[in-house]
């Protein structure tokens, strides 16, 4: 595998693998990389010939009280897996190279509607960075397809929508949370719980597993379930972002009738705030 890290020698290697007619798949990231991640490298192998993967903490998408300065940035190990995983390129680019004018004077990317929901509430700017930073890469890059985890189902469908509206030439493809064994969505932000805040950790999935198996056996009182997860969920240890039960296709509150749902979920455990979600069919 190779790193590169300025854009002009990424756009010239890519341009040659383009000219010998291959299909490129592009898996962007903040790094500190996990088993979710290496699958999403695996989806992006079998979904095209070369492969490119990003590393970078992107500034725009953290709030002010966020943790951008802690964020884990461990390049070397994340080369070493990346290389296992048979990724071709990584890109690695500096914040001068990707905010040529500084993080002021930019042009943002805003997905209106989607992008105040959910974790759009608590993270006001957060979608607008992270659309604004994924069209970049898209300009860069030029991949025929991408692949984002589900894990960030609201993520994903931000993007999704930017690609539409803005007419940009690129699949997306969404690839399935990866799980530890007690259900608990991986995530680069785990690595902020405390061992005792690990063995709470899993209840955020299994309260999410018990609401969607009442929804499925019937129970429509979604705003009481919603609630009563909350509960749960405080009484385990964590604080309240969250809980909520929703149509997929606009993820607005789901109303009875509505059959094709997804229950999004944040809550906060320690210096983590974890997300997850699971989709419901009716
Ligand atoms: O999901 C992430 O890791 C980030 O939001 C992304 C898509 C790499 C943009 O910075």
Do not use: W
Not at 47 to 76: C, H, K, M
Not at 97 to 111: A, C, K, S
Not at 145 to 151: D, Q, Y
Request: glycine share 6%; aromatic share 6%.
């Amino acid at each position: 595998m190779q790193t590169i890290h300025s854009i002009t020698e990424l756009q010239a290697v890519l341009g040659n693998e383009r000219a010998a007619n291959k299909r490129i798949a592009f898996v962007p990231t903040m790094g500190n990389l996990h088993e979710g991640h290496i699958q999403l490298i695996h989806q992006a192998n079998r979904n095209a010939d070369i492969t490119v993967a990003s590393i970078f903490v992107n500034p725009l998408q953290f709030g002010e009280n966020e943790d951008l300065d802690a964020y884990p940035r461990t390049l070397q190990s994340d080369q070493e897996k990346l290389s296992a995983a048979d990724c071709d390129y990584l890109f690695a680019p500096k914040m001068e190279d990707m905010y040529p004018n500084g993080q002021v004077i930019q042009t943002l990317v805003e997905v209106p509607g989607i992008s105040q929901l959910h974790c759009g509430i608590s993270r006001p700017i957060h979608f607008r960075g992270v659309a604004t930073v994924v069209c970049k890469l898209f300009g860069i890059v030029r991949p025929d397809v991408a692949i984002f985890g589900e894990k960030d189902f609201q993520q994903l469908m931000v993007i999704r929508r930017m690609t539409e509206d803005l007419f940009l030439p690129v699949e997306i493809q969404g690839a399935p949370i990866a799980r530890a064994e007690s259900g608990l969505a991986l995530s680069s932000r785990n690595g902020y719980l405390s061992e005792q805040e690990m063995e709470i950790a899993p209840t955020l999935n299994r309260t999410i597993r018990e609401t969607v198996a009442q929804v499925i056996s019937g129970n429509h009182d979604y705003s009481q379930l919603e609630e009563s997860a909350q509960q749960q969920l405080e009484e385990a240890g964590f604080k309240r972002d969250y809980f909520n039960i929703c149509r997929r296709h606009d993820l607005q509150p789901a109303q009875p009738e509505d059959k094709e749902l997804v229950l999004v979920a944040a809550a906060y455990l320690g210096k983590a705030r974890l997300i997850d979600n699971m989709v419901i069919d009716l």
